[in-house]
């Protein structure tokens, strides 16, 4: 790993002439010396990856692996691309004035000398810090020892809300064209629109306070025999969305909850410092259950 992070922090193709005469080079001697790869020879492996992937690596005295300029360049050009369409998403949100780049990737110089070319000409400045491998760390140890200050109210980027089960109305044309299917409540069949609707806790550009709670109660159980319930949460950029399977809607979490017929859930969703807190409440037990976060900087 060490070898890999020098050749990525190093690798600038526009200093390199051609293809043939500066492959990237990545100095294994370590990884065969120590005997990682349980006996095998590192050609083998270099063979095995050059037939799966399409690859054109090449061994140079048993130890270090030779990429070809354009492979690698192909290979860094992906992540960077991702990279600088996120600023550009950001951008159009809020202006900004700097663009701080850390972490390990923080000193490629393709990443640097392409945001540069990407943003300095809007007027944008990129500082890259001393060690910004550290300045994540450093940052989150700061934020905790604050101990909640730091972040008073934010913007919700999406709608956010769950999936429920919707009662069929054959004179819904949304309806009619999900479908349905039956279930047993109280004692008799029940039609229920096959796709869960969705229900809504917070809309898009709602101003929201650290651990507000915003919530939804009187959920019950769709058939008789149910001994627990699901709930799934999701986030929307439409904040029209009536059903899950819309486009936009992307499930961010779920959580499951013990109830039974004649036994009520609620649900809370919040905004911590850092993340997002959603939980389940039997209102008739008690049973508190937490939801699992499916932490996706696009869906969040």
């Given at each position: 790993?060490?070898?890999?992070?020098?050749?990525?922090?190093?690798?600038?193709?526009?200093?390199?002439?051609?293809?043939?005469?500066?492959?990237?080079?990545?100095?294994?001697?370590a990884l065969v010396g120590d005997g990682v790869l349980g006996g095998r020879a590192l050609?083998?492996?270099?063979?095995?990856?050059?037939?799966?992937?399409?690859?054109?690596?090449?061994?140079?005295?048993?130890?270090?692996?030779?990429?070809?300029?354009?492979?690698?360049?192909?290979?860094?050009?992906?992540?960077?691309?991702?990279?600088?369409?996120?600023?550009?998403?950001?951008?159009?949100?809020?202006?900004?004035?700097?663009?701080?780049?850390?972490?390990?990737?923080?000193?490629?110089?393709?990443?640097?000398?392409?945001?540069?070319?990407?943003?300095?000409?809007?007027?944008?400045?990129?500082?890259?810090?001393?060690?910004?491998?550290?300045?994540?760390?450093?940052?989150?140890?700061?934020?905790?020892?604050?101990?909640?200050?730091?972040?008073?109210?934010?913007?919700?980027?999406?709608?956010?809300?769950?999936?429920?089960?919707?009662?069929?109305?054959?004179?819904?044309?949304?309806?009619?064209?999900?479908?349905?299917?039956?279930?047993?409540?109280?004692?008799?069949?029940?039609?229920?629109?096959?796709?869960?609707?969705?229900?809504?806790?917070?809309?898009?550009?709602?101003?929201?306070?650290?651990?507000?709670?915003?919530?939804?109660?009187?959920?019950?159980?769709?058939?008789?025999?149910?001994?627990?319930?699901?709930?799934?949460?999701?986030?929307?950029?439409?904040?029209?969305?009536?059903?899950?399977?819309?486009?936009?809607?992307?499930?961010?979490?779920?959580?499951?909850?013990?109830?039974v017929k004649g036994q009520i859930a609620n649900v809370e969703l919040s905004f911590g410092?850092?993340?997002?807190?959603?939980?389940?409440?039997?209102?008739?037990?008690?049973?508190?259950?937490?939801?699992?976060?499916?932490?996706?900087?696009?869906?969040?």
């Amino acid at each position: 790993m060490k070898a890999w992070e020098e050749t990525k922090i190093q690798f600038d193709p526009s200093e390199m002439q051609d293809d043939t005469a500066h492959p990237v080079r990545i100095n294994l001697a370590a990884l065969v010396g120590d005997g990682v790869l349980g006996g095998r020879a590192l050609q083998s492996c270099v063979d095995a990856y050059n037939r799966t992937f399409g690859g054109n690596l090449t061994l140079k005295r048993g130890t270090t692996v030779l990429m070809p300029l354009v492979q690698a360049t192909s290979l860094f050009k992906k992540v960077i691309d991702k990279i600088i369409h996120l600023v550009k998403e950001l951008l159009v949100e809020k202006p900004m004035q700097y663009i701080y780049l850390v972490g390990g990737f923080a000193e490629s110089k393709m990443l640097h000398k392409r945001v540069v070319a990407e943003f300095e000409s809007r007027g944008l400045r990129v500082i890259v810090p001393m060690r910004p491998q550290l300045m994540v760390v450093k940052g989150a140890v700061l934020f905790g020892l604050q101990k909640g200050s730091a972040i008073q109210s934010r913007v919700a980027r999406f709608t956010y809300g769950l999936g429920i089960g919707k009662q069929y109305d054959p004179l819904n044309h949304e309806h009619v064209r999900r479908g349905f299917e039956w279930h047993k409540h109280d004692g008799k069949k029940v039609q229920y629109v096959k796709t869960s609707g969705f229900s809504v806790l917070v809309n898009k550009g709602t101003q929201v306070r650290v651990l507000e709670k915003h919530s939804s109660h009187g959920y019950r159980i769709m058939h008789d025999d149910q001994t627990e319930v699901m709930f799934s949460l999701y986030s929307t950029t439409n904040s029209a969305a009536k059903f899950v399977d819309e486009i936009g809607m992307k499930q961010i979490g779920s959580v499951i909850l013990p109830l039974v017929k004649g036994q009520i859930a609620n649900v809370e969703l919040s905004f911590g410092n850092t993340e997002i807190l959603a939980t389940a409440t039997n209102a008739n037990t008690g049973a508190v259950r937490d939801a699992q976060i499916n932490y996706n900087f696009d869906n969040l």
